[in-house]
């Protein structure tokens, strides 16, 4: 018959071919945001230095506080005058995130390589968090009037500021691919470690006015397992995360208006206006990333068993294993669509498939 003659020939040609090797294959990978996410504890401190003034204005707002460096001496009825002043800003709290983005993701088996390229991920989610802000000032002694009170220099006065929102947390993959290992562990399945250069952007509301530091650079550590079905690659990484950065921006801030409370006596608020320069930033994350993607490979070609993107008698060996079922055929064939196999579009593999595979190869 000609089924059985087919297959003893193909048979045949199993045993005299040399079997096609493994090939490389991108996934285009979308994060499953309700698997993954951000745990951890973050700091943000921002140290700047400037001057303090009081809100007073002869024209405008003549009642508000003025204020004059030292305890003593004169203080004229329109006088107001600038006081030194450094003031560190402090970010923290808890993350607990959702994050969305994507990533292009090439696995080469047979090299035991992948790679990563164009990550994109949004740590937050779209999702501003809460983290608790405090201010810290210290200044040389003045005074103020509006009302009359007397700051003594060189005690820092720490001043709870409620709840500040981290509206931004982003890594952008730089310009170089993420390089990563392979290692094989059953059918489609394999341990993975990868590192991804990356630029993590943040910011946060300063007193109303978006803080925007410059970006950090960075490395994302990925390591977990990936697993391939059919043309779906599916990476879960649980990584533990631990990240410090600092800078120097040197950045001029806009005015900033505070409610000072008053020291001697206390009780009373005089309110004041900070021009100041933004001297360091220091940023921290310590946790645990979880990272769980998605995505699907190159569609699948019918015959196409060792997905080289055409149909001919190196096809041969692999369809014949592939006849024998998808565990075996994935272990050697791990990149590839073991319904590739099915000829003639009824969704299984028999032998049935034999004669349009045969028709595939003389077409």
Do not use: H
């Amino acid at each position: 018959m000609r089924r059985s003659g087919t297959l003893a020939a193909a048979m045949m040609v199993l045993v005299i071919v040399t079997s096609g090797g493994l090939v490389a294959a991108t996934y285009d990978m979308t994060v499953n945001s309700g698997a993954s996410g951000l745990l951890a504890s973050t700091n943000f401190t921002a140290d700047t230095a400037g001057t303090l003034i009081g809100a007073y204005d002869p024209n405008t707002d003549p009642t508000n506080t003025r204020t004059k460096p030292g305890a003593f001496g004169s203080f004229g009825d329109t006088e107001n005058v600038p006081v030194q002043v450094t003031l560190d800003f402090g970010l923290g709290g808890n993350i607990d995130t959702a994050p969305v983005g994507g990533f292009a993701l090439t696995l080469n088996p047979g090299a035991g390589t992948l790679s990563i390229d164009n990550l994109q991920i949004d740590l937050l989610g779209g999702s501003p968090v809460a983290l608790t802000a405090t201010i810290t000032l210290l200044t040389e002694t003045f005074r103020t009037r509006n009302p009359t009170s007397l700051y003594v220099g060189g005690i820092p006065i720490t001043i709870p500021i409620g709840q500040v929102e981290l509206s931004q947390l982003t890594a952008t993959q730089e310009a170089a691919s993420g390089a990563g290992t392979l290692t094989p562990t059953g059918p489609g399945t394999y341990d993975f470690t990868a590192a991804v250069p990356v630029l993590i952007t943040s910011s946060a509301d300063f007193f109303g006015t978006p803080l925007e530091p410059p970006p950090s650079p960075g490395v994302l550590a990925l390591e977990g397992q990936i697993v391939i079905s059919g043309t779906t690659a599916t990476l879960t990484s649980v990584q533990p995360i631990a990240f410090s950065q600092s800078q120097e921006p040197n950045q001029p801030l806009p005015a900033i208006p505070l409610a000072l409370p008053t020291i001697l006596p206390p009780g009373d608020t005089a309110n004041v206006i900070l021009n100041l320069v933004l001297q360091t930033t220091t940023f921290s994350f310590n946790g645990t990333n979880t990272l769980v993607a998605s995505g699907q490979g190159p569609a699948g070609m019918p015959g196409d068993m060792d997905c080289d993107g055409d149909v001919d008698f190196d096809d041969i060996d692999p369809f014949v294993l592939a006849l024998g079922g998808q565990a075996v055929y994935e272990l050697l064939y791990p990149d590839c669509n073991w319904l590739n196999a099915d000829c003639n579009g009824d969704g299984q593999v028999t032998f049935d498939d034999i004669d349009p595979f045969v028709s595939l190869i003389g077409g």
